[in-house]
């Protein structure tokens, strides 16, 4: 059994009875988890910022720290792990995407963010099953493998299967 912790624009596949996938602190961070029911895989990444082209640098250190880089090595990682074939096989979920800094909505980097990785999804002909986005808490999402639920923990809340 292994815990694999994401930080900010990090991304990982588990797939292990007993393996559980889980990143903390999303405030307008967006965590794209997805799941193969036929591999029993999930990957995870959690999104910083909506677009690469503010730091083309940055994005081929770290693709996963950019909505439109972080969807298509995601699904790069999902078919290493087998889930090869048919996309519209794999289920996907969001969440994240709070304005928890900008209460002058300022920036909405959240709602951009979220938008940001909709858009990747649908120039790949996917979309998201469920989602918990947006607001203005921080959330916490974990994963096992186990069972596959989506389990989003924020202060004050009691947790949230999505």
């Known amino acids: 059994m292994s815990v694999v912790t994401l930080g900010i624009g990090e991304y990982g596949v588990v797939k292990n009875p007993g393996d559980v996938i889980k990143t903390h602190a999303l405030g307008s961070c967006v965590a794209i988890i997805i ?5 029993r895989s999930i ?3 959690h999104v910083a910022l909506p677009e690469s082209k503010v730091h083309p640098a940055r994005a081929e250190k770290l693709p996963g720290y950019f909505a439109d880089t972080a969807v298509p090595v995601l699904l790069q990682m999902m078919k290493g792990m087998g889930a090869a074939g048919n996309l519209k096989k794999l289920v996907v979920k969001l969440t994240g995407g709070a ?3 900008d209460k002058n909505n300022t920036f ?3 709602k951009r963010n979220a938008l940001a990785i909709k858009k990747a999804l649908w ?3 996917m979309g998201a099953v469920a989602e918990e986005v947006g607001g203005t808490i921080s959330r916490t999402v974990t994963v096992a493998v186990d069972d596959g639920k989506v389990v989003v923990t924020s202060p004050g809340r009691e947790p949230l299967n999505i």
Do not use: E
């Open 123 to 125: 120039q790949q002909r």
């Open 43 to 45: 990957g995870m990444v």
């Open 99 to 101: 304005n928890v800094m």
């Open 35 to 39: 799941l193969d029911p036929t591999t």
């Open 108 to 110: 909405n980097i959240g």
